[in-house]
């Protein structure tokens, strides 16, 4: 039984897009205020882990989760608690490069297997007029560092250096390679070979 331990959609979206649908979905509720002086890798791992301790699970059970961050340098962005914060957000990324973090956990079979992955991105320079638009379309609401990458603002990036589906909220190369490792069978689509 595979346990997805995440509300977002973003996620279960990109695990079905490759034939995986958790047979349970839990959101957790744990805090995830950033610790003092924590770095954006400490705190991806650390957050990660939690909401995978915070489920009620077996040991026959493979439980997955994730946390997804936008970091420049050390300061840690996470979801924008209003407009002005996603505004904020937005000047800080505008003309410069930074770094999406995930980490995955999956507990199975009473351990904890865990991988940082991290995508280097150069956000353009945006127009006010820009800012203003995409914020007015509210798509930053629920989003580390106030954009989804998917949605209005996937012209935002000239550069994109990592893994897409990371920035996304879930790296899937990884995420199936840990499964697969733990002897989670994966879509059979996966292993056909043409005839």
């Not at 699970?57 to 300061?75: H, Q, W, Y």
């Not at 924008?80 to 973090?101: C, D, Q, T, W, Y």
Request: aromatic residues 8%; charged residues 25%; positive net charge.
């Amino acid at each position: 039984m595979l346990i997805l331990a995440s509300a977002s959609k973003a996620r279960l979206e990109l695990l079905k897009s490759v034939g995986i649908s958790p047979d349970k979905i839990i959101s957790t509720d744990i805090n995830e205020n950033p610790k003092k002086d924590e770095k954006p890798l400490d705190y991806v791992f650390r957050i990660a882990l939690e909401k995978n301790k915070a489920v009620k699970k077996n040991s026959s059970e493979i439980v997955l989760s994730a946390d997804t961050i936008v970091a420049v340098g050390r300061r840690i962005l996470l979801k924008p608690k209003n407009i002005n914060e996603a505004s904020s957000f937005l000047s800080l990324l505008s003309g410069r490069r930074h770094r999406v973090h995930t980490s995955i956990c999956i507990f199975y079979n009473h351990k904890f297997y865990q991988k940082n992955i991290t995508t280097i991105l150069k956000m353009k320079r945006l127009s006010e007029e820009e800012k203003k638009s995409y914020l007015k379309s509210q798509e930053w609401k629920g989003k580390a560092g106030g954009y989804s990458i998917q949605g209005a603002a996937s012209y935002f990036f000239p550069f994109i250096s990592g893994s897409y589906s990371n920035v996304v909220g879930l790296p899937l190369t990884e995420t199936i390679g840990l499964l697969n490792g733990l002897g989670f069978k994966s879509p059979s689509f996966l292993h056909r070979s043409d005839n």
